[in-house]
């Protein structure tokens, strides 16, 4: 016999995902290598053990001095250095540095003993055993002040942040081997319907192929989730009952078929049985009999039949629930494109293509001081990018840009 | 001794890049299954083996009746039919329809031998064991014929399709267990400098911590690209040829560090000996150091050593040259927002969210007709999602509407 029930009602969607998300909790959280962090929700605060840099480095290429030996030089006046060596990347210079001399030094290399400040090469002319300084340096010109990227103790990371390669960066240059993520779901995927065949049968009488599980656990896969297919449940409540006790070994559980209101939509009854039907009837086309449960602090969608409107809904209250697992709702994702409007002027160099690293907030775009573009931290303040093309010259305060996002934009829930 | 030598060129990031892809080729493919395929690209064609549907089916709940039975049917003008049981999904009925009688049928099932229409439940009105339809219907009226979502031969996929979820949906219900994909290129990662420390070990003297080979496996994984980190080289030539050596057994190579023109700047001298410098020195900040060479027809990514400039380096010319080893360029990104102008009107409820699924191309926006949220294929002919919110009553035609693509837009090489 067929039934005619109606659902429970049909409910916004966002009111809907709103009422299932505060249903949901955080999965534990496990020990993951920085060499595997990519997409990974971050479950602790990181805080740098150490300075970046750890020791005074030079921020050019050129010649390391005492900044009061130079005070005065000009092209028309310069004034002669000794030259005491050179220091190589990654060296403690064995060279001290006295008054008069000057040091052949590299960007990234740390300063000698007795040096305050690197002369650019461009302003010097190497002559013999001497050095000509054409133009004066201040104290710490051109220097990486110790600490001056990230200080010890900084909390440079917080819980809840989507993991992106340039953390992984920063999170190895601090010496950390391994962070506390959230684990990620494990979601087991069902489908529902005396008509379906699995992919690999003949297909007879009146069967269709059983497309809707290699859909969904795709859709797991490009979220970076685990998909287990649990296969096909014909239209019985025992079948179903089974299947379902065996999804709840994992975190979640999606159900496609038998959410409508035929005499053989039994998922929300048995679904029922096992836990708290959250929702079950939406406003949305495609889809309005999706549903979701939470059954044992997990979250279970049932979602239509139809390939489209199981996606459509997949995408609408999967996504974000799975996402709560992990401690964290997406506002904006990465590599989207956003616009806002320009706090500073942006100059560049016609001919050039420059990558300028910004911060996207509350539609305006702030400019991120970067010392040189060995400084990693710049790339963690900063959550988009401002690509000036070859013909442009920069762009000036005030103009509306588009960025495109370098790391998803989120809140945390816990 | 220091040796100031110039780059070859500062070429146009755009010249660069062209001349790179032309000389990389497709790598070999593979057969993944169907459960799998998530972001693969497809190596061959996809064609139906059958029609879709398979038979003819209703396309609405209600009763299958000859249309003839129905002509001049109205609310005031009922004709009574007589119930001859029911049809359900994924069942060959066994009742031969004739003359005057009806029979309850759900979306999806075979309609029964003798009827070529379906009049939907609302038009009708239960009457013991009869039918009185309400509004006549014509012949095929509320069925989905044979082939109408996807005809026998038609080829539903081209090579070079970047696989979404949505199309292991149709791949799955055309009854194939896998198909040809490129193999995904497996990525050798090497970083270069005496200065550098591996995370784990202590940080002694003037060292730092080698903090781009995670930050570049992170964004291999980040594309679903395989990482293989091959540690650090030092500054030596020997070294170098060594652990490029070692990276040839994969399919491609980057290395960041060393490429600029110092004295231990070995990187594009080296990569230089075993095959053929493409460019070195392109019109980019940060990135003016970066170059690319091609040995043994893999390419091998010589980044600055500065991490941001890697990363915009890696980005910028690495990953359009792995898509390359998969046979596409990517023009615009799945899930990014696109404008069109609407090719045709959308109508939509007050109240009901409408996932509409339509064609984004060159500026323009075309509706996809879909017969049922059922029909797969829309889901493959469209390539972008139009979100009516609750509070909209559709779109007109010649409106400016904002998509979100559900794949990426691509071009084939090969």
């Given at each position: 016999m067929v039934r005619e029930k109606g659902f429970w009602k049909r409910e916004r969607v966002d009111e809907a995902l709103y009422r299932l998300l505060k249903k949901i909790k955080a999965l534990e959280?496990?020990?993951?290598?920085?060499?595997?962090?990519?997409?990974?929700?971050?479950?602790?605060?990181?805080?740098?053990?150490?300075d970046v840099p750890k020791f005074n480095r030079a921020a050019m290429d050129g010649y390391a001095v005492k900044a009061e030996d130079t005070f005065?030089?000009?092209?028309s006046n310069p004034i002669m250095l000794q030259l005491a060596g050179s220091v190589e990347i990654g060296e403690v210079?064995?060279?001290?540095?006295?008054?008069?001399?000057?040091?052949?030094?590299?960007?990234?290399?740390?300063m000698p003993e007795g040096t305050n400040a690197v002369v650019m090469l461009e302003h010097t002319r190497l002559n013999?055993?001497?050095v000509e300084v054409l133009k004066s340096v201040t104290p710490m010109k051109n220097v990486s002040r110790v600490g001056e990227d990230i200080a010890a103790g900084e909390v440079v990371f917080r819980k809840g942040e989507i993991l992106q390669p340039q953390d992984a960066g920063v999170i190895a240059s601090l010496g950390i081997e391994s962070v506390r993520v959230y684990r990620k779901p494990r979601v087991a995927v069902i489908t529902t319907g005396n008509e379906l065949a699995e992919v690999g049968e003949p297909l007879e009488g009146a069967k269709i192929y059983n497309s809707n599980n290699p859909m969904i656990c795709n859709a797991l896969l490009e979220f970076g989730f685990e998909a287990i297919s649990l296969g096909i449940a014909r239209d019985?409540?025992?079948?179903?009952?089974?299947?379902?006790?065996?999804?709840?070994?994992?975190d979640a559980a999606v159900i496609t078929g038998g959410t409508s209101v035929g005499a053989k939509?039994?998922?929300?009854?048995?679904?029922?049985?096992?836990?708290?039907?959250?929702?079950?009837g939406v406003s949305m086309k495609p889809g309005m009999p999706t549903g979701a449960a939470v059954v044992e602090g997990k979250p279970v969608f049932m979602l239509p039949g139809s390939?489209?409107?199981?996606?459509?809904?997949?995408?609408?209250?999967?996504?974000?629930a799975l996402y709560r697992m992990m401690n964290v709702r997406i506002i904006a994702r990465k590599w989207s494109r956003q616009k806002g409007v320009l706090q500073g002027r942006i100059p560049s160099e016609i001919?050039?293509?420059?990558?300028?690293?910004?911060l996207w907030e509350d539609g305006k775009v702030y400019p991120i001081r970067i010392s040189g573009s060995g400084i990693l931290s710049s790339f963690v303040r900063a959550n988009a990018l401002l690509v000036v093309p070859e013909d442009k010259e920069g762009y000036e305060e005030g103009e509306e840009v588009e960025v495109t996002l370098l790391r998803d934009v989120t809140e945390v829930f816990e």
């Open positions: 959280t496990e020990d993951v290598s920085v060499y595997n962090l990519q997409g990974r929700v971050l479950a602790e605060d990181i805080v740098a053990g150490f005065g030089a000009s092209v210079p064995k060279v001290v540095v006295e008054s008069g001399m000057a040091v052949r030094i590299m960007t990234g290399a740390m013999g055993n001497f019985d409540e025992e079948e179903l009952r089974n299947k379902l006790q065996k999804a709840l070994e994992f939509d039994l998922v929300p009854d048995v679904v029922g049985e096992f836990g708290e039907i959250v929702f079950h390939p489209a409107a199981a996606l459509l809904g997949f995408y609408t209250f999967a996504i974000p001919g050039v293509r420059s990558n300028v690293r910004v």
